[in-house]
C-alpha cells in the first residue's frame, strides 16, 4: 500500500487539522491513508511516541486518552508496532483502545485537530532515537514536512 500513498493526498487533513478538527469523506480517507501509512513506519523504525491528549474536552477528560505509537498488544496472539488512541490513566500502560479510525465522530474530529503535533512529534523521536535517515525516517520527515 505504501506505493500507493501519496503525501499530497494528506492536503484534506492539513486542512481540517488548521480548521479545528473538520471531518467528511474526503478528511476520513485521508486519515485512513496516513493511519495505513504511519503504521507501515513504525514497523520499520519501531520507535515509540506518545503523543498528544484525545480524551473528551467537553467532560475535563483530555488527559484519559493519548495517541500513542508502539508495540500494541492487540490481543494475546497479536502485537504491532502501529498508532492507537489508548487509554492514558496510570494504571493502563497506554492500552490499546481504538484505532484512530475506529474512534467514534467526536473523538475522530478531535484526532483530525492534533495530527500535525502527532506527526511533527514522531518525527522528532524518530530522530532523537538516530533514525531520521533510514529510508522509513525520510518518509515520515516527508510526511511531517505537510503538516509544518
Excluded at 500507493?4 to 487533513?13: A, C, T
Excluded at 492487540?74 to 492500552?95: G, K, M, P, Q, Y
Excluded at 483530525?112 to 525520510?138: H, M, N, S
Excluded at 516527508?142 to 503538516?147: D, P, R, T
Amino acid at each position: 500500500m505504501s506505493s500507493e500513498f501519496e503525501v499530497e493526498s494528506l492536503r484534506p487533513l492539513v486542512a481540517a487539522a488548521e480548521a479545528g478538527g473538520t471531518l467528511n469523506a474526503e478528511v476520513d480517507q485521508a486519515l485512513a491513508a496516513l493511519e495505513q501509512e504511519l503504521n507501515r513506519l513504525a514497523g520499520e523504525l519501531q520507535v515509540e511516541h506518545v503523543g498528544p491528549a484525545v480524551g473528551m474536552a467537553d467532560m475535563q477528560a483530555e488527559h484519559v486518552y493519548r495517541l500513542v505509537i508502539r508495540q500494541h498488544e492487540i490481543d494475546v496472539t497479536r502485537h504491532e508496532w502501529s498508532l492507537w488512541v489508548c487509554d492514558a490513566l496510570d494504571n493502563c500502560d497506554f492500552r490499546a483502545t481504538w484505532p484512530v479510525t475506529g474512534a467514534a465522530r467526536l473523538r475522530r474530529k478531535q484526532v483530525v485537530a492534533v495530527v500535525p503535533e502527532l506527526v511533527i512529534g514522531y518525527r522528532d523521536a524518530v530522530a532523537a532515537a538516530g533514525k531520521a535517515d533510514t529510508p522509513a525516517g525520510q518518509r515520515l520527515a516527508q510526511i511531517a514536512s505537510v503538516f509544518s
